[in-house]
């Protein structure tokens, strides 16, 4: 008889209880494709957009950058319309030796029609901020359709976490720098 | 030519017993409404009565139109509070910010007096309870202040008449009788000078300041007395009050010019004209009758019946000093001027009030329930009476005056006389009511209710550096009212892009009712007819977006009750 050791009890119930999370996230939530990422590191965020807005096909991505988050250069995408919106940053940052002060705050795809029953995704590459491991950057995004709009920009109040939320802003957690 | 003899004045004794009815048809009349004031107070945040968990930074009233602060006190359990600001109004909002209060359970009083946008005084005061629902005191009378109602209708009525006169002799010596001068034993004398112009002016302009300072004793509560004091002043020409006696003013100042040069042709006339004009322009800027919605109509509406009462009224002088100076031919000529434009002059003051009327009474079944609707009615009785002295002399006296054999002349001439004087008796009351309607509450203003009922719990949450009140009424199993009120983090109201309110019990396993409430004025929604299944402690969460990609989250808890006993 195998006595299960209470480590691999522990892996069978991350296992069950990711089983049972990943499949409803991918397809319920907008989220970044990549979790984690070390602090201060060039990350290419993918927003997954599994469904629409209550049945109505997508039409718009809008994802403001959040403070911190520089060097944003987005990936354009056959049938969308690519548009950014520059503007100053609350803190500055130093880049080879130069300050930069604003920069990307808004990127959106427009003009594409993404039916509820498919799947797509957007992309852009950032530089994330150098921050301490465990810090969790929110990536707000609206999810514009045909009929309604998703407003994925909800961020957990202290004591709460993402699932407390009908429509969490999509995130990615800092590990150490490597 | 001789001039016609001259009537006798009425006997002293005629003038006492008008005067004596006048005042015995006021009192009756007045005494009910003494004590209703003007603007209403809407709502308030935290609301009259309520209990709230946590003290409030400031206090919110919301009136029915814009207001001045005149004087703002709160009390709290330990006596009066310092306020660390004054007031500060926006659109028809009030905020009155509190200092930091203890969060240890007790009562607070807010006393507010405020001046609505037609300047009047609207005065209250507001109790809650923090950690506790507070008990209601009795409600103190205010001494005083009906005495300085009576004294503020009286210097109005003065007021009106005075200005009128004024302003209408002005346009008698400008219209009807441009330069007109008469000899009296051996001298010339303007026509102006006859019916004491100047000494109407005159009393019209010290008339002014005795209005204002009367409305301002009015406004912060006082005595008649009180017009002597400073406060009275700064609070009554923080209103538009004070516009109003500055126009006023002014115009009297052309007439007073206008009249001094009156032989001197054009520019007296003109002068004369531009005097009348501006000030029954101060008739237009003040009072519950040119501040009626639409504003763009009521104003306009006023300046005209102003006009054309000033027209009618401020003939009366003139037409009884040329009666009784002016040559007989002359004297008919002018009165047959007066009488041509004065059926179009009356015709425009009907319309113009009536259009008024129907602005402020709003429904034919508040004339005889409210005390606006008995003051107008005798006011219309009283107009009907001037339009049949008015029709008697158009039709009957002023033709015999102009064509009849001489006997028939002279006693024209005497009966119209007697009829002008009546004419004045009968609109000095007609002012008089006029001056009474000022200073009572419309039916407009009466439709919406003036208390609201208790709310039943209140709770204030904090998210983005944004508050809500949150209040809901009657926090009992069944329909219930929730009221939000939003502000920004400086304090100003908080008008979110998007708003969604959100009801559950997960105790009770009871999935979020999800609601969007609607507008009901800058920073405040509401929700009605929410009906709550279930007694117990309910989560609420509300979230209002304040751009499209940030949104604040507000959660509290609501305690409901048991269903109550129906009222």
Same mark, same amino acid.
């Given at each position: 008889m195998i006595r299960p050791t209470r480590a691999a009890l522990a892996a069978a119930g991350l296992l069950a209880l990711s089983a049972a999370i990943l499949p409803a996230d991918a397809s319920a939530h907008a989220t970044l494709e990549t979790k984690q990422a070390p602090s201060g590191s060039y990350y290419k965020a993918v927003i997954r957009i599994g469904h629409g807005c209550d049945g109505s096909a997508t039409t718009a991505i809008r994802v403001r950058i959040p403070e911190g988050v520089v060097s944003v250069k987005p990936m354009p995408k056959i049938g969308w319309t690519l548009t950014t919106t520059e503007g100053p940053y609350a803190t500055p940052y130093e880049s080879h030796g130069k300050t930069i002060t604003k920069g990307v705050t808004e990127v959106t795809?427009?003009? &594409?029609?993404?039916?509820?029953?498919?799947?797509?995704?957007?992309?852009?590459?950032?530089?994330?901020?150098?921050?301490?491991?465990? !810090?969790?950057?929110?990536?707000?995004?609206?999810?514009?359709?045909e009929k309604g709009v998703n407003r994925w920009i909800e961020i957990p109040e202290p004591g709460k976490d993402a699932h407390d939320y009908k429509e969490p802003a999509p995130s990615v957690t800092l590990t150490a720098k490597p | 030519m001789t001039g016609l003899p001259a009537t006798p004045p009425l006997p002293p004794a005629g003038r006492g017993d008008w005067a004596r009815l006048l005042a015995l048809l006021l009192a009756l009349v007045l005494l009910p409404t003494l004590a209703q004031a003007h603007a209403v107070l809407m709502e308030s945040s935290p609301a009259d009565g309520a209990r709230v968990e946590r003290p409030p930074a400031d206090i919110r009233l919301r009136f029915n139109e814009p207001v001045t602060p005149v004087a703002i006190h709160a009390f709290g359990p330990g006596g009066a509070l310092v306020l660390p600001g004054p007031a500060v109004a926006s659109d028809d909002a009030l905020r009155v910010p509190l200092p930091p209060l203890p969060a240890t359970p007790g009562p607070?009083?807010?006393?507010?007096?405020?001046?609505?946008?037609?300047?009047?005084?609207?005065?209250?005061?507001?109790?809650?309870?923090?950690?506790?629902?507070?008990?209601?005191?009795?409600?103190?009378?205010?001494?005083?202040?009906?005495?300085?109602?009576?004294?503020?209708? /009286?210097?109005?009525?003065?007021?009106?008449?005075?200005?009128? /006169?004024?302003?209408?002799?002005?346009?008698?010596?400008?219209?009807?009788?441009?330069?007109?001068?008469?000899?009296?034993?051996?001298?010339?004398?303007?026509? &102006?000078?006859?019916?004491?112009?100047?000494?109407?002016?005159?009393?019209?302009? +010290?008339?002014?300041?005795?209005?204002?300072? +009367?409305? =301002? /004793?009015?406004?912060?509560?006082? %005595?008649?007395?009180a017009l002597l004091t400073p *406060?009275?002043?700064?609070?009554?020409?923080?209103? $538009?009050?004070? !516009?109003?006696?500055?126009?006023?003013? %002014?115009?009297?100042?052309?007439?007073? @010019?206008? +009249?001094?040069?009156?032989?001197?042709?054009? &520019?007296?006339?003109?002068?004369?004209?531009?005097?009348?004009?501006?000030?029954?322009?101060?008739? !237009?800027?003040?009072?519950?009758?040119?501040?009626?919605?639409?504003?763009?109509?009521?104003?306009?509406?006023?300046?005209?019946?102003?006009?054309?009462?000033?027209?009618?009224? =401020?003939? #009366?002088?003139? #037409?009884?000093?040329?009666?009784?100076?002016?040559?007989?031919?002359?004297?008919?000529?002018? @009165?047959?001027?007066?009488?041509?434009?004065?059926?179009?002059? @009356?015709?425009?003051?009907?319309?113009a009030g009536a259009g008024l009327s129907a602005l402020q009474i709003t429904d034919p079944d508040r004339i005889g329930s409210t005390a606006y609707g008995q003051f107008w009615l005798v006011k219309m009785i009283g107009v009907a009476l001037l339009l049949g002295l008015a029709t008697v002399n158009r039709l009957w006296l002023t033709p015999t005056l102009e064509n009849g054999a001489r006997a028939a002349r002279e006693r024209a001439n005497r009966l119209l006389s007697?009829?002008?004087?009546?004419? @004045?008796?009968?609109?000095?009351?007609?002012?008089?009511? !006029?001056?009474?309607?000022? $200073?009572?509450?419309?039916?407009?203003?009466?439709?919406?209710?003036?208390? *609201?009922?208790?709310? &039943?719990?209140? %709770?204030?949450?904090?998210?983005?550096?944004?508050?809500?009140?949150?209040?809901?009424?009657?926090?009992?199993?069944?329909?219930?009212?929730?009221?939000?009120?939003?502000?920004?983090?400086?304090?100003?109201?908080?008008?979110?892009?998007?708003? %969604?309110?959100?009801?559950?019990?997960?105790?009770?396993?009871?999935?979020?009712?999800?609601?969007?409430?609607?507008?009901?004025?800058?920073?405040?929604?509401?929700?009605?007819?929410?009906?709550?299944? #279930?007694?117990?402690?309910w989560d609420i969460r509300v979230d209002a977006l304040i751009d499209d990609f940030e949104k604040a989250i507000f959660r509290a808890s609501l305690t409901v009750g048991e269903q109550g006993p129906d009222k």
């Open positions: 795809w427009t003009g &594409g029609n993404l039916p509820d029953a498919w799947y797509d995704e957007f992309v852009f590459q950032a530089k994330l901020p150098e921050k301490p491991a465990g !810090t969790v950057i929110y990536v707000p995004v609206v999810q514009e359709c | 607070y009083t807010v006393s507010y007096r405020v001046t609505s946008g037609d300047g009047h005084p609207v005065a209250g005061s507001l109790l809650f309870g923090v950690g506790m629902t507070p008990e209601r005191p009795e409600q103190a009378e205010e001494r005083g202040r009906n005495l300085a109602l009576l004294a503020a209708m /009286a210097a109005r009525a003065l007021h009106y008449s005075s200005l009128l /006169a004024a302003a209408g002799g002005g346009l008698f010596l400008a219209l009807v009788a441009p330069g007109a001068a008469f000899r009296t034993g051996r001298d010339w004398a303007p026509l &102006g000078r006859l019916a004491r112009l100047r000494v109407t002016v005159a009393l019209a302009a +010290l008339a002014v300041p005795l209005n204002l300072g +009367l409305t =301002g /004793a009015l406004l912060i509560g006082e %005595s008649p007395l *406060e009275a002043w700064r609070a009554v020409l923080a209103s $538009t009050g004070g !516009t109003s006696a500055a126009i006023a003013l %002014s115009g009297l100042a052309l007439l007073a @010019v206008g +009249l001094w040069r009156n032989r001197t042709g054009v &520019g007296g006339t003109l002068t004369l004209l531009l005097g009348a004009l501006i000030a029954i322009g101060a008739l !237009t800027v003040t009072g519950h009758a040119a501040t009626a919605p639409p504003s763009w109509l009521a104003a306009p509406l006023v300046g005209l019946h102003g006009l054309t009462a000033a027209f009618w009224l =401020g003939a #009366l002088g003139p #037409l009884r000093a040329i009666l009784r100076h002016a040559p007989a031919l002359e004297a008919a000529r002018l @009165v047959r001027r007066f009488s041509h434009g004065a059926v179009w002059v @009356v015709a425009l003051l009907i319309v007697l009829s002008v004087t009546l004419e @004045v008796a009968v609109m000095g009351l007609v002012v008089l009511l !006029t001056a009474a309607l000022g $200073t009572t509450p419309p039916p407009r203003t009466l439709v919406k209710p003036v208390i *609201e009922a208790p709310v &039943g719990y209140s %709770s204030v949450a904090t998210a983005k550096g944004r508050q809500a009140v949150i209040d809901l009424d009657p926090a009992r199993v069944g329909a219930n009212r929730l009221t939000l009120h939003l502000a920004q983090p400086d304090g100003a109201p908080f008008d979110p892009k998007e708003l %969604s309110v959100e009801l559950s019990q997960p105790a009770a396993g009871i999935e979020p009712l999800s609601r969007r409430p609607t507008r009901s004025g800058p920073g405040v929604y509401r929700l009605d007819g929410l009906t709550l299944p #279930l007694a117990g402690r």
